[in-house]
T-cell receptor, first 113, second 110 residues
Framework: NAGVTQTPKFQVLKTGQSMTLQCAQD?????MYWYRQDPGMGLRLIYY???????DKGEVPNGYNVSRLNKREFSLRLESAAPSQTSVYFC????????????FGNGTRLTVT | KQEVTQIPAALSVPEGENLVLNCSFT??????LQWFRQDPGKGLTSLLL?????REQTSGRLNASLDKSSGRSTLYIAASQPGDSATYLC?????????FGIGTKLQVIP
C-alpha cells in the first residue's frame, strides 16, 4: 500500500531558485493538503484542494503556488525560494466527511541557502 | 478560529508507567479528532480517530477519549515502552478545517 507519496525526500536550493514538490495518493481521496512544519510552530496549512480542479489558500500561502493535476496528484511550487521557506513540507489527503482519517506522506526536507 | 493546545509540551517517564496526554480545543463543532505520532525526522503516523459522536477509541495499549462539551481529548498509553518515545500530535477536523496541536514530546526511559 503506497498511501501518500512525496518526492523528493530532501532538497537544497539557493535563494531565487525554483522547484516543485510532488505529491500523489492512491486512495481515491478527494481532499489534499500541503503543510509546512517548523520547530515550535506545529504544522501550518499552505494550500488545500477540496476536489479535483479546485484549490484554496491556507494560513501561509505567500511564496507558493499549487496545482491539482488530477485526483491523485497535488504539487507545490516555489517560484523563487527564500531562506524563510526552509522547512519540512508534508502532503496529506483524506475523503471529505467526518469518518475519514488524514493520511500523510513522509515529508520533504527543504533547505534554502 | 479553532485552537488546539497540548499539555504537557514534554514528558519523561520510566518504562512500564501508564500515562495520559492531554489535548484541548476551543471550537466543539468538530467532525472528528485524530491522534498521530511522529518520530524524529519522519512523517505522521495515525494512531486513533474519534468521530464527534463517539466517546472513545482503543487500539492495543492506546485509548483515546473525546469530550466535546468540555473541549478535551486524552490519549492514554498503558505500560509504556521505550519504543513509544515520539512526539504525539492531536488534530481536530471540522468542515474544510484541520487544526493541529504543537504536540507532546514523550520520552520513555528504559
Amino acid at each position: 500500500n503506497a498511501g501518500v507519496t512525496q518526492t523528493p525526500k530532501f532538497q537544497v536550493l539557493k535563494t531565487g531558485q525554483s522547484m516543485t514538490l510532488q505529491c500523489a495518493q492512491d486512495m481515491n481521496h478527494n481532499s489534499m493538503y500541503w503543510y509546512r512544519q517548523d520547530p515550535g510552530m506545529g504544522l501550518r496549512l499552505i494550500y488545500y484542494s477540496a476536489s479535483e480542479g479546485t484549490t484554496d489558500k491556507g494560513e501561509v500561502p505567500n511564496g507558493y503556488n499549487v496545482s491539482r493535476l488530477n485526483k491523485r496528484e497535488f504539487s507545490l511550487r516555489l517560484e523563487s525560494a527564500a531562506p524563510s521557506q526552509t522547512s519540512v513540507y508534508f502532503c496529506a489527503s483524506t475523503l471529505t466527511g467526518a469518518n475519514s482519517p488524514l493520511h500523510f506522506g513522509n515529508g520533504t526536507r527543504l533547505t534554502v541557502t | 478560529k479553532q485552537e488546539v493546545t497540548q499539555i504537557p509540551a514534554a514528558l519523561s517517564v520510566p518504562e512500564g508507567e501508564n500515562l495520559v496526554l492531554n489535548c484541548s480545543f476551543t471550537d466543539s463543532a468538530i467532525y472528528n479528532l485524530q491522534w498521530f505520532r511522529q518520530d524524529p525526522g519522519k512523517g505522521l503516523t495515525s494512531l486513533l480517530l474519534i468521530q464527534s459522536s463517539q466517546r472513545e477509541q482503543t487500539s492495543g495499549r492506546l485509548n483515546a477519549s473525546l469530550d466535546k462539551s468540555s473541549g478535551r481529548s486524552t490519549l492514554y498509553i498503558a505500560a509504556s515502552q521505550p519504543g513509544d518515545s515520539a512526539t504525539y500530535l492531536c488534530v481536530s477536523r471540522g468542515y474544510q478545517k484541520v487544526t493541529f496541536g504543537i504536540g507532546t514530546k514523550l520520552q520513555v526511559i528504559p
